[in-house]
């Protein structure tokens, strides 16, 4: 069984900066790409940022250069550094990691985490 664990969801002002972790736990061989997605209410659940297993990025427009997605170096922990916040930042930002049973290749298996609020109101 795999765990996916967000935390660090919280209330902040517009232009503060707040940091999310999520924790990859259970029985598997490595942790290929691990995601940040969010969904506002009433909207579809968008791509934040992710990073792969060789440290490659990849952000949505919207966060770029705001956003800073990383990973520890044991590969199971993946957090999002969100500077200059705005109020269109808020939603429920979900962790997603690809999990495989192989060191070599991906299995297939995906996992999402439960969720955490970020709510950017003054």
């Known amino acids: 069984q795999v765990q996916v664990v967000e935390s660090g969801g919280a209330l902040v002002r517009p232009g503060g900066s707040l940091r999310l972790s999520c924790e990859v736990s259970?029985?598997?061989?490595?942790?290929?790409?691990m995601a940040w997605y969010r969904q506002a209410p009433g909207k579809q659940r968008d791509l934040v940022a992710l990073?792969?297993?060789?440290?490659?990025?990849k952000y949505g427009d919207s966060v770029k250069g705001r956003f800073t997605i990383s990973r520890t170096s044991a590969e199971n922990t993946v957090y999002l550094q969100m500077n200059s916040l705005k109020p269109e930042d808020t939603a429920v930002y979900y962790c997603?990691?690809?999990?495989?049973?192989?060191?070599?290749?991906?299995?297939?298996?995906?996992?999402w985490g439960q969720g955490t609020q970020v709510t950017v109101s003054s």
């Open positions: 259970g029985n598997f061989a490595k942790i290929f790409t």
């Open positions: 990073i792969n297993s060789d440290g490659i990025t």
């Open positions: 997603n990691a690809d999990v495989s049973a192989s060191t070599t290749y991906f299995t297939g298996d995906n996992y």
